[in-house]
């Protein structure tokens, strides 16, 4: 939900396939603001190059699937744990 009430966004907006510059209208300094949210949301340290590439809606949700899967690895195998991480991360979004 960090998209829609921090940028002000209509739900429907939202879709993994949004462009956040082009479809979602931000731009660098809210890239930064979303940046500073995931990392405090996710609690982990963020190298700002892993968010260098993150352009759409669907690549947020890769790159916090990515963040949050480090911190337990030996679950991240499981198929279960994937789909709910996914979840979970739609759900930060």
């Given amino acids: 939900m960090v998209l829609s009430d921090q940028f002000e966004l209509k739900p429907e907006q939202i879709v993994p396939e ?19 949210t995931l990392k405090e949301i996710t609690g982990r340290k963020i190298q700002p190059q892993a ?32 789909i709910s991480m996914r979840s979970s991360a739609r759900r930060i979004i």
Avoid: G, H, M, W
Wanted: aromatic letters at 8%; proline letters at 2%.
């Fill in 51 to 82: 968010f260098k590439d993150v352009r759409t809606v669907n690549d947020v949700i890769d790159a916090i699937q990515t963040l949050t899967s480090r911190r337990r690895p030996e679950v991240a195998t499981c198929s279960c744990f994937r």
């Fill in 18 to 36: 949004a462009n956040l510059y082009t479809d979602l209208d931000l731009d660098s300094i809210d890239a930064v603001d979303l940046f500073l």
